[in-house]
């Protein structure tokens, strides 16, 4: 099943999908197009790896982190699929970022990796957008780069874990104004879902409706305001998002 958060005709509504259309909980039936689409998530912390396929590290010429390279970010910075994005007007490079999203479905403490799929609720797609320009250094890390209000679209939908056969093995592709930019696999993650869920829950509680953004394999490319970006994920969903002035 597919689970998405959307606002129509003054109210927000869960719904899901089907067939292309969505069937709101009062059992009304809309089409895509009609609805104000909103994260498909509220979750109270957001994880975020960085450098998590070797390929993207060494496109950024870092080394591949030996130990998960995790960061934070605020729920606020979240939008909705055919959302809009704000480039700072001073950027000079801004890429996007396709990445699988595991949404937590339990409460998670000292979780051993055999274990970590029964905390999972289900997957779906985020755009971890970065500026480059306001990385800085070890004292003062990527709050700027990666915590930024419109800079992380995430949905359309939560799709049920029970509907993804295998996470850890699909294909990721980002296409800007219809030309494809970037295309790997989930299979290329240094450290897999199971394994950031142990290590995670050794030293964090992990709430529900929690998210772990997995990281995003090599192809980043600068992105100019009035550029369209998709990002999909193999069996996840297509998200959709246009990027304007800030
Ligand atoms: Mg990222």
Redesign the pocket.
């Known amino acids: 099943m597919r689970r998405a958060r959307i606002a129509y005709m003054g109210d927000v509504h869960l719904a899901i999908e089907n067939e292309g259309r969505l069937i709101l909980e009062d059992g009304r039936e809309v089409t895509e197009n009609e609805v104000f689409w909103l994260p498909p998530v509220t979750p109270k912390t957001i994880f975020?790896?960085?450098l998590?396929y070797a390929d993207h590290a060494a496109e950024l010429e870092f080394k591949a982190p030996s130990e998960p390279l995790v960061f934070l970010k605020g729920p606020n910075t979240l939008i909705g699929h055919q959302g809009l994005t704000k480039r700072p007007a001073n950027a000079t490079y801004m890429h996007y970022?396709c990445?699988l999203v595991a949404v937590i479905g339990k409460k998670a403490r000292n979780v051993k990796m055999k274990d970590a799929y029964e905390y999972i609720d289900g997957y779906t797609v985020?755009n971890?957008y970065?500026i480059r320009d306001y990385l800085e250094n070890y004292y003062r890390p990527n709050l700027r780069v990666?915590n930024r209000d419109t800079c992380t679209p995430i949905g359309p939908w939560v799709v049920d874990k029970a509907d993804i056969e295998d996470p850890m093995n699909l294909r990721i592709r980002t296409f800007v104004n219809e030309k494809l930019t970037q295309e790997g696999s989930t299979k290329d993650m240094i450290f897999t879902i199971p394994y950031l869920i142990e290590y995670l829950s050794s030293f964090i509680t992990l709430n529900r409706g929690d998210i772990i953004?997995t990281?995003?394999p090599k192809g980043a490319v600068d992105t100019k305001v009035g550029d369209e970006v998709i990002t999909e994920i193999e069996g996840i969903g297509r998200l959709v998002n246009t990027i304007i002035e800030e």
């Open positions: 975020a790896l960085g998590n970022e990445e985020a971890d970065a990666k953004l990281g995003t």
